[in-house]
């Protein structure tokens, strides 16, 4: 079984000075002999952008068997912005950091690519000068939101589970 967090959200200013990204979901790989009947499990929702501090993603669990923390969100503390931390795996037979995110400073326009979890997924980045406002991406399987100077994206993506059955 492959267990992934939810993604980091991103901060993301309507300006085009400076952004920070979500950071990346962590993964456990576990193989379970004698799995029981039943197995709860839960998938961590991915962090919201914000204007303010992103959103950290949810932790995703399979039973008691392994968990994967989410990515930290983009943190802004009005003196400094610091791309966010990846989460983490807990439990598996092969633990897994997801990658961190980015920020980014200039006068020219912001954007920064998202933390990418195992799966890849991190969100792309965008910007523009003159006042445009493009779009960038939410993160996809446990990947951080990237971003840019759109305010409305930036999402970190969600959390999944993958189980491969063998007989």
């Not at 969100?123 to 990947?143: I, V």
Request: glycine share 32%; proline share 2%; charged share 5%.
């Amino acid at each position: 079984v492959y267990t992934t967090g939810g993604g980091g959200g991103a901060y993301s200013a309507p300006s085009n000075y400076r952004n920070g990204t979500g950071g990346g979901a962590g993964t456990a790989i576990k193989h379970i002999s004698n799995v029981s009947a039943t197995v709860s499990w839960t998938t961590g929702t991915g962090g919201l952008q914000s204007t303010g501090n992103g959103g950290t993603g949810g932790t995703t669990s399979f039973g008691a068997y392994c968990s994967a923390t989410g990515g930290y969100g983009c943190q802004n503390d009005g003196a400094a912005m610091y791309g966010a931390a990846g989460g983490y795996g807990i439990g598996g037979d092969i633990n897994l950091y997801g990658g961190g995110g980015e920020f980014h400073h200039g006068a020219e326009g912001s954007s920064s690519s998202g933390g990418a979890s195992y799966w890849g997924g991190a969100g792309s980045s965008s910007h523009s000068s003159g006042g445009q406002r493009p779009n960038h991406e939410h993160g996809k399987w446990g990947g951080g939101g990237g971003a840019g100077n759109n305010p409305d994206n930036g999402h970190g993506g969600a959390g999944v589970i993958v189980v491969y059955a063998y007989s």
